[in-house]
DNA sequence: ACCTGAACACCGTTCAAGT
DNA sequence: ACCTGAACACCGTTCAAGT
């Protein structure tokens, strides 16, 4: 007998942000619109602008939800563990919103999220040793890994698995003479004498040894 | 006597990108419309579908423009001299086209400049004794250092000459027991004990040193 | 307080029609 | 071969009006 009521509060800042992350996380941040969101919710578009300013203030709240999944540093264990264990953290959560990494590199966050990881990374170093220069640089030197590593392991076209089969198919149409190292480092991943696979830990080691030695001296 | 001709091939596909170009370089590429693009042209937006298949695509050739003026290694002079002017000159040029990382980090190139970049660079490694493997780990060490600075460069909202006024101005806004190391690192900059600012060639030549130390191994 | 209809000022792109 | 008018299927956002 009672008509289905409309207006039912089912609306809240919350539920929004998880819908769209959850939306972005499938198709794409591109593919994410107000009124697609909206429709998602069983709402109309405007609705929305109840709850949140505007589409770049919704972005900045998907990405707070994000950075708050990255493992924090206990500030006083070792750097090197918690540095390493932050850095695997970011490519799990990083990789599982793929969408996430392109706009963390596109703008600096003043988010509670954002900031905190500031914060405690720093603190983390400082604790151990470092000071405050030197922990601006580490951490710089870590999130550029990482973040330039994420960015190709998103972008690029074909899975580590095929590499060899994809040289080998693409061998033809490399031209030998315009590109010469190019096509001899096809070559090498055809023979087997390298993989062309870069190891993400492999590279992170690599830097935090750099940084060990360096705030060593 | 003659009535203005309208249609005058006067579009070409180099007078396309260079405007697009000059668009993005001063109103951001976000601002970037096919149609604010034709309008530019004196043209109308559809006119521009006769010479670039899409916006992506345009996008693309940008991007090219932009690549070919970065100053590429010599293949057989000294490998640290070469990535070191290299990376100079990315700089230089993504800092003249603010729009350029944010994109280049966003996909793999596969155009003929991006691609002659990667052969040029991993050339002049390996003439100098690195293998291919070792090439593709200092190549994207390099990148990942020259993309993420930049991008902090580009979106850091307070220029560094301001940082000590900055962190005077927001000391008060920061909760102390909240984010500690945040305010004794704002604390650093305010008395002076640090500057906050990172110099580009210094953490390159870190990078560079790292890999002189690595291949030496 | 929260939701909505209608409207504004845009988008990228297609396609048939013009010259 | 190249340019265009008209149209399609979208956008984000504002604002007055509803409950």
Redesign the pocket.
């Known amino acids: 007998m009672a008509t289905p009521k ?7 800042i919350d539920r929004i942000v998880a819908t769209s992350i959850e939306l972005a996380d499938r198709h794409g941040l591109d ?8 429709g998602r919710l ?17 972005i900045d709240l998907m990405l707070e939800v994000v950075v708050v999944e990255i493992v924090a540093p206990d500030i006083d264990k070792p750097w090197r563990d918690m540095m390493r264990r932050r850095a695997i953290s970011m490519r799990k959560v990083l990789l599982s919103h793929p969408w996430a990494a392109r706009i963390l590199v596109s703008r600096i966050s003043l988010g509670d999220a954002a900031v905190r990881d500031i914060d405690v990374t720093t603190g983390c170093l400082v604790t151990n040793g470092f000071t405050y220069a030197q922990a601006d640089w580490a951490r710089n030197a870590i999130n550029n890994h990482v973040y330039g590593f994420i960015l190709q392991e998103l972008n690029f076209p074909v899975e580590p698995n095929d590499y060899r089969a994809a040289a080998a198919q693409y061998l033809p149409a490399i031209d030998q003479h315009k590109f010469p190292f190019m096509y001899a480092g096809a070559l090498e991943i055809i023979e087997g004498t390298y993989d062309g696979i870069l190891n993400f830990e492999f590279g992170l080691d690599l830097i935090l040894e750099g940084l060990e030695r360096w705030i060593g001296t």
């Open positions: 409309r207006q039912q509060r089912t609306l809240s593919a994410l619109s107000m009124r697609g969101l909206a069983d709402v109309t578009a405007m609705s929305l602008y109840n709850h949140v300013a505007n589409k770049d203030a919704l």
